[in-house]
């Protein structure tokens, strides 16, 4: 996947662990587990939200987006 979530990196910075996070954001010690490990197919804005308030960061702080190394949806072949 293209996108990039930096839980850890920013967990780190605010020198807070995973079972504070969940509670300070409200958010299931399993999820965040999911979000820091990158196996998250998707993240709510409401997680998000509740992430960012939590660490006092914004979401680009979370979220990084890359290139692969191939396009996902290569366009249609010219004629």
């Not at 804005?45 to 308030?53: E, G, K, N, P, V």
């Amino acid at each position: 996947m293209a996108i990039l979530i930096h839980l850890d990196g920013m967990m780190a910075k605010r020198k807070i662990g995973l079972t504070e996070l969940s509670e300070r954001a409200g958010i299931p010690l399993v999820n965040l587990s999911i979000l820091k490990n990158h196996r998250a197919r998707a993240v709510r804005l409401s997680t998000l939200d509740a992430l960012c308030r939590a660490l006092d960061c914004q979401p680009g702080d979370l979220l990084e987006y890359t290139k692969e190394d191939g396009p996902a949806n290569p366009a249609p072949p010219q004629r």
